[in-house]
């Protein structure tokens, strides 16, 4: 089965990429005792950047899978899927 976010694979690849070096740069900061509000600003900076993944994944997963299921006609998908989703949007807004 493609996943929903097939098409931006690679952007949200290069993208984590750059969220994993700005975490480094945060446990480099850490090392070099750096003033505690610059490393605040760069955890917010890192922060949104997952943010801004999540609600991509989020979209997508809603574009494709959750559409999907509930065209199907299948009311146990339907019901799957919508279940997945309302679990993902709990997680995420509980994370807040």
């Given at each position: 089965?493609?996943?929903?976010?097939?098409?931006?694979k690679?952007?949200?690849t290069?993208?984590?990429?750059?969220?994993?070096?700005?975490?480094?740069?945060?446990?480099?900061?850490?090392d070099?005792?750096?003033?505690?509000?610059?490393?605040?600003?760069?955890?917010?900076a890192?922060?949104?950047?997952?943010?801004s993944?999540a609600?991509?994944?989020?979209?997508?997963?809603?574009?494709h899978?959750?559409?999907?299921?509930?065209?199907s006609?299948?009311?146990?998908a339907?019901?799957?899927?919508?279940?997945?989703?309302?679990?993902a949007?709990?997680?995420f807004?509980?994370?807040?």
């Amino acid at each position: 089965m493609t996943q929903g976010y097939a098409a931006d694979k690679d952007a949200l690849t290069k993208r984590l990429h750059r969220i994993e070096g700005q975490v480094r740069g945060i446990e480099r900061m850490v090392d070099e005792d750096r003033y505690c509000i610059e490393i605040l600003t760069q955890i917010s900076a890192v922060t949104t950047a997952l943010d801004s993944v999540a609600f991509l994944l989020l979209e997508n997963h809603v574009d494709h899978c959750v559409t999907g299921a509930l065209g199907s006609g299948d009311p146990e998908a339907a019901r799957e899927k919508s279940r997945e989703l309302l679990d993902a949007v709990h997680r995420f807004s509980r994370a807040r």
